[in-house]
């Protein structure tokens, strides 16, 4: 190769935007570009020479700042260094050390971090909003609740006065709205407050000729575990009227910001394909205004999943 040629090539090799340097089997430097000078010079102070000092560098003992295999140099740039042994065809052995430029991956991955912090905060947010979601629907049923027993009562009032005034026969009296006001006032005994509303309600389906299995437990946010109570309750009804069930299984499970229920029972199977009827129907509204989800499935039998938003310690 002549001498024009050779200076060609370590001209290119000098002006390699990498860093590369090249050490023999005693390691001395025997080629390295300016680009490795000038970063041997950032991270020690003084040039390279030996291939035991580049080592203890790259080993973390400099003052640079570094992060895993990383090093962050005062200019603002960001460079990743490798290590490999090569051979070459008369039998040398060389260790090469390379340089890479690696600052726009940098920053781009602690944006991209920052992103997942972001995302991840928002989400945390949207979870509590979701859980609150759940208190508010909870307050307007009480507030419905009321209003329609205070109609209720106030008929019934007006009725029985009237009755009396007239003196008339006290069978006439029609107790359906006493009855109504009554069955909501019971209705709201069951609260998401209420600590025994699990215990009410296995008691309830006895009644009805349906044992429930439970396999977990509730969890301990009110509001999550009201959720799938009235979930329960409602598969409990459904599959004492429909199915002849005289068993539920109920299976509870719990993930970070969220539980669940998975309902089955022993009942006879659903023929083709089944409608939501109107306590199904009301229970979804309930359970995706609330930020949960709610699956049917039919076959190969019968089998309700509810996922509810749950606190944990207090904050979602």
Not at 27 to 38: A, E, I, K, S
Not at 173 to 191: C, F, I, M, Y
Not at 195 to 220: F, S, W
Not at 295 to 307: A, E, H, I, K
Request: hydrophobic share 35%.
């Amino acid at each position: 190769m002549n001498r024009g040629k050779r200076n060609m090539i370590k001209d290119a090799f000098d002006h390699l935007p990498s860093g590369v340097c090249f050490f023999d089997r005693n390691g001395v430097v025997t080629l390295c570009n300016h680009r490795m000078h000038w970063l041997a010079f950032a991270l020690t102070g003084r040039d390279v020479q030996y291939l035991d000092e580049m080592l203890a560098v790259l080993e973390g003992k400099t003052d640079v700042p570094r992060e895993d295999d990383s090093f962050l140099l005062n200019d603002g740039s960001v460079w990743r260094f490798s290590r490999q042994e090569v051979t070459v065809p008369n039998g040398g052995a060389y260790t090469q050390i390379v340089a890479s430029d690696v600052t726009e991956l940098y920053y781009r991955q602690k944006e991209l971090e920052r992103d997942n912090q972001r995302l991840e905060q928002a989400g945390r947010r949207l979870r509590r909003l979701s859980a609150n979601v759940v208190a508010v629907t909870r307050e307007e049923e009480i507030l419905n609740m009321k209003m329609r027993v205070h109609d209720d009562i106030g008929r019934s009032v007006i009725a029985t006065r009237r009755l009396l005034q007239q003196q008339r026969p006290t069978g006439e009296l029609d107790l359906t709205p006493w009855k109504n006001a009554v069955r909501l006032l019971r209705h709201d005994s069951e609260s998401p407050e209420d600590k025994d509303a699990l215990g009410q309600l296995v008691q309830a389906a006895e009644g009805i000729g349906v044992h429930i299995v439970l396999n977990g437990t509730l969890p301990e946010d009110p509001a999550a575990a009201y959720l799938l109570i009235t979930a329960m309750r409602e598969c409990a009804s459904n599959a004492a009227r429909h199915a002849g069930a005289s068993e539920l299984y109920v299976a509870l499970s719990s993930q970070k910001g969220t539980a669940g229920a998975c309902i089955t029972n022993n009942g006879i199977l659903p023929k083709g394909a089944m409608t939501e009827g109107g306590g199904l129907s009301s229970l979804r509204t309930r359970i995706e205004k609330a930020g949960g989800k709610m699956t049917v499935r039919c076959s190969p039998g019968f089998t309700l999943t509810v996922r509810v938003p749950c606190r944990e310690g207090g904050e979602i």
